[in-house]
């Protein structure tokens, strides 16, 4: 009988512990895929942030490190800077990347420093019981807005890929989701073209991803994924915000030369 279906070999066998309707076990998935077909899982360190996926080296069968809360590009940089031959990338949520992380994604992506962030929306303090993150809707309620968003009081969402694709070190950007087949495969492609822009030396790419968080929205896994694409994807469009004009389809390794 022909394989149609298998574990990758980008994870560990390791169970995840994510909540049901969670979008961190696909997003793993595609990155973890895509490290196998790209033949760059043994050259690959991965750098873990503070939240839900506090222990995603768990589950990448790639090396790994964990950061303090919020400091994944600044240990991706030094990483990147000492081993330049390899391929090195952050997996990052809202609360961490843009709250207590906001200035080493910003600097890491100003300075042009040649990682790759994996950015996890999901417009809400997962791991900590649902408060509100930078990226929460207005009108959104969390824990910590229970009358909803006020922007006269609480200001307004950070649109993180917007952001960074205005800074010069920025060369790829892109923000995608995964509701369905079509958006699964697009992710993928975005993860594989920010791994490209790394092994060519052209500076720092990301790619966002618009992710559901069932429990803390208080619905079930269906109606989250609608939500997100009612409420999420009109504040936060889909697209390449940075890179349009890359030749990806020619993008050939290139050997990085200085930091």
């Not at 995840?16 to 760059?40: K, L, W």
């Not at 929306?121 to 900590?128: E, F, Q």
């Amino acid at each position: 009988m022909a394989i149609v279906f298998q574990p990758t070999e980008g994870l560990t066998e390791k169970p995840f512990h994510y909540c049901p309707g969670c979008n961190h076990g696909i997003i793993h998935r595609i990155i973890a895929e895509s490290m196998v077909e790209m033949g760059i899982l043994e050259d690959t360190v991965s750098v873990a942030s503070v939240g839900c996926t506090y222990n995603s080296y768990e589950y990448f069968s790639c090396d790994a490190v964990q950061a303090a809360h919020g400091r994944a590009p600044a240990v991706a940089t030094g990483i990147k800077r000492t081993l330049k031959d390899k391929i090195v990338f952050t997996y990052q949520g809202d609360g961490d990347l843009a709250s207590i992380g906001t200035a080493e994604i910003v600097h890491a992506a100003a300075r042009g420093e040649k990682i790759t962030a994996f950015f996890v929306n999901n417009a809400v303090y997962g791991m900590t019981s649902g408060q509100m993150a930078p990226t929460t809707l207005l009108g959104q309620v969390t824990t910590t807005s229970p009358f909803g968003r006020d922007a006269s009081y609480q200001g307004y969402p950070i649109n993180v890929s917007e952001l960074i694709s205005q800074l010069t070190g920025a060369v790829y950007v892109e923000r995608v989701c995964l509701t369905d087949f079509k958006n699964i495969q697009n992710a993928k492609k975005a993860v594989q073209k920010a791994f490209k822009v790394q092994q060519a030396g052209l500076g720092f790419s990301m790619v966002e991803f618009l992710s559901t968080c069932p429990t803390n929205w208080g619905k079930e896994p269906v109606e989250a994924m609608e939500w997100l694409k009612e409420k999420m994807i009109p504040q936060y469009p889909l697209g390449c915000f940075k890179g349009q004009d890359i030749d990806f389809n020619n993008l050939g390794k290139a050997e990085e030369k200085g930091a």
